[in-house]
């Protein structure tokens, strides 16, 4: 018993063992709740359910945040709700790009919700491992915080004055060419599987579905843009554990309320303007502080809140005409 109880006290990265236990314990909860109670048979989830499942997900980030607070101190609830709502935010422009891909792909809405199941799931495991790399990077060379840095400042100002974006031509993506070139592929959906038997000239082959693709796609797009979002994370704090769960918190919040802002997205047209600057403020507050100018964590996020709310609703309120028309 005592042997178990000194594991569970080891330190792993920058936390006991017993509590990254009880945080992967809270989201695999969470995650079996969601596939086998609230969404057990396919079914297409309108906007109502999106948020609010989006709002209950919202809720456990929020007491988990004072749990952090009571546990870890004041200090390091500040950085996890900042570190939250900076990759919520930054998230949002992913929305757009899984809504390609589910058109691509021609993948019905009752299977999507199946496919941001699976996908959430491969997000935890890649993320977990590339956050720990990560924290290892920064434990051992300090200096990469400033590139990290520069990297901000740099995509902060190029997002600033970059012009709208036209929508992606997934056909020339590739990700999709090399999905294709190496997998059987057939166009037929069959119910919500992955992969289907097919007999080709009396042989039974297995094929990939486009649910299966849709997925390997959305999760290869993941990776490439949590390589945007680490830099932002890891200047804000550099605790393994509150990049993890502020990460995974956001994602699930955000898959969530996909279903409600899918159709939405291109109202938040000023959200960019809004992200470009946190960005900035982020990657000068490493330089700040080497030239002994502190930002306090809780002035930080008070910032990050205003700029990123104030983009939204500058962009609801422009666009409310159109909507209206």
């Avoid at 709002?55 to 709700?81: C, D, T, V």
């Avoid at 990290?148 to 056909?171: H, P, R, Y």
Wanted: with cysteine.
């Amino acid at each position: 018993m005592e042997k178990v109880i000194n594991i569970l006290n080891h330190n792993f990265i920058d936390q006991p063992v017993w509590i990254w236990i009880l945080f992967l314990g809270i989201i695999i909860t969470i995650l079996v709740l969601d596939l086998f109670v609230l969404n057990r048979k396919a079914h297409e989830i309108k906007a109502i359910e999106s948020l609010k499942l989006c709002s209950l997900y919202f809720l456990i980030a929020s007491l988990f945040g004072l749990w952090i607070a009571y546990s870890m101190g004041k200090e390091s609830a500040l950085e996890y709700f900042t570190g939250y709502l900076v990759e919520f935010s930054l998230s949002i422009d992913n929305i757009f790009v899984i809504s390609l891909i589910f058109s691509y792909f021609a993948i019905p809405r009752i299977f999507q919700h199946r496919v941001l199941f699976w996908g959430i799931l491969g997000a935890i495991v890649l993320r977990g491992c590339m956050i720990i790399i990560g924290a290892e990077l920064v434990a051992k060379f300090a200096w990469i915080l400033y590139l990290f840095g520069a990297f901000l400042l740099f995509s902060g100002f190029k997002m600033l004055c970059a012009k709208t974006e036209t929508s992606a031509n997934l056909e020339e993506n590739r990700i999709v060419k090399i999905v294709r070139k190496y997998l059987h592929f057939t166009d037929e959906i069959n119910s919500e599987h992955f992969f289907v038997h097919k007999t080709i000239d009396g042989k039974i082959k297995l094929f990939a579905t486009p649910l299966f693709l849709a997925l390997i796609v959305i999760e290869i797009s993941d990776i490439i843009f949590f390589f945007f979002c680490i830099p932002a994370i890891f200047v804000i704090t550099q605790h393994a554990f509150i990049v993890f769960s502020s990460n995974i918190f956001a994602i699930l919040g955000l898959r969530s309320l996909y279903f409600l802002l899918a159709e939405a997205v291109h109202r938040f047209q000023y959200l960019k303007q809004a992200l470009s600057l946190v960005l900035i403020f982020i990657g000068s507050k490493i330089f700040l502080a080497s030239l002994g100018l502190h930002i306090p964590a809780i002035l930080s996020l008070l910032l990050t809140f205003t700029l990123l709310s104030g983009g939204i609703l500058l962009s609801l309120f422009k666009t409310r005409k159109k909507e209206l028309s």
